[in-house]
């Protein structure tokens, strides 16, 4: 359902037309800018995903909330005022928006506010790096994202690079499976682990064609199922770290945080910072190569579910 009028929300004109024309679109979160990756890094790669995204046919609304706004679509100086204040900027989920709303205050949207957005304009696919998921340890912190349940319940199909190793991957799995969320891998057989092509899960469905994830999008809301699709993209081979050496820094990071006692909300920005220190930046750059590969395949999937009508 379109709600381009919803009086919250502020979307770009070139998104807004998009929107009145059934052009594809993707959307991006903002957390990944503001607590996913250093400055001024984090600004170069969410300018370079918007290219991506136009490159492979689709218009990107990146998006965040600004002084209680609802942004769908920001323009380069808002971009660069996420990234710039970074840590300062409230990591917002689900539960922040009608605060960030009600005190006009500015967050960064997680996957699973960002999907929130994204629906209200009637975007039905979004890009990004990795989501949330049950953390090490979950079955006793209850750390369990909010990524997770939107997932089950917002309408707008999700491209990411897998479970990252910072999670435990076969809890998280086992999570979308109780909540009804298809976990689908391109051109693979496994569910990726974000900085590493495997993990050794297989996914509940394989596919091969931005097409063929069109028109499983297309089935599932034709019939009314509401809730997302997870689509899982490998990171190209070129850029992937070998499984055993990234999972040995991340063993290290989780043992550093638990001996700081950080929780909660801080703990992914605290680990992906962590991880990257001490890979020595190499990381970040998968990381980033990882963004631009999911951005590139969601937009392929978004030109596809266009013409699906
Ligand atoms: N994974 C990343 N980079 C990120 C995040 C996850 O590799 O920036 C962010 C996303 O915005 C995701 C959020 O929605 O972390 C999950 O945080 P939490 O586990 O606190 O729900
Ligand atoms: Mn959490």
């Known amino acids: 359902m379109n709600n381009f009028n919803n009086q919250y929300l502020d979307i770009l004109p070139e998104v807004k037309e998009a929107l009145e ?8 979160e903002s957390t990944i800018i503001s607590h996913g990756m250093p400055y001024p890094r984090n600004v170069e790669t969410a300018v370079e995903v918007e290219r991506m995204v136009r490159e492979n046919g ?7 909330i600004l002084g209680g706004r609802l942004k769908v679509g920001l323009k380069p100086k808002e ?4 990234g ?8 917002a989920s689900r539960r922040d928006i009608p605060f960030m709303v009600s005190r006009k205050a500015d967050g960064a949207t997680t996957v699973a506010a960002t999907m929130i957005i994204a629906a209200m304009a009637g975007i039905k696919l979004f890009a990004t790096g990795g989501i949330g998921g049950v953390h090490r340890g979950g079955e006793d912190s209850m750390d369990v994202s909010a990524d997770l349940d939107e997932l089950s319940r917002t309408n707008v199909a999700v491209v990411c690079a897998g479970i990252k190793s910072i999670l435990d991957i076969g809890r998280t799995l086992e999570y979308l499976e109780t909540v009804g969320v298809p976990v689908v891998s391109y051109q693979a057989d496994e569910v990726p682990a974000f900085y590493a092509r495997s993990s050794g899960f297989k996914s509940d469905y394989r596919i091969d064609t931005p097409i063929e994830a069109a028109k499983a999008l297309h089935s599932k809301y034709a019939l ?3 809730g997302s ?4 993209n490998p990171v190209p081979e070129e850029y992937a ?13 989780i043992e550093e945080m638990d001996k700081r006692g950080i929780k909660g909300k801080d703990t992914t920005p605290f680990l992906l910072a962590r991880i990257a220190e001490q890979t ?22 978004a030109a596809e579910y266009c013409k699906l009508g």
């Not at 971009?79 to 996420?82: A, E, F, G, Y």
């Not at 020595?280 to 999937?301: C, F, H, P, Q, R």
């Open 21 to 28: 024309n059934n052009q594809p679109l993707v959307a991006l």
């Open 58 to 64: 689709a218009i990107p609304a990146t998006i965040a």
């Open 79 to 82: 971009i660069d005022h996420l």
């Open 84 to 91: 710039k204040s970074g840590l300062a900027v409230t990591k």
């Open 224 to 226: 009314g199922i509401d």
């Open 229 to 232: 699709i997870l689509f899982t």
């Open 241 to 253: 770290l070998a499984p055993d050496d990234i999972n040995k820094t991340i063993s290290e990071a």
């Open 280 to 301: 020595g930046g190499e990381s970040l750059d998968t990381n980033i190569k990882l963004v631009l590969n999911n951005a590139k395949l969601a937009a392929e999937i």
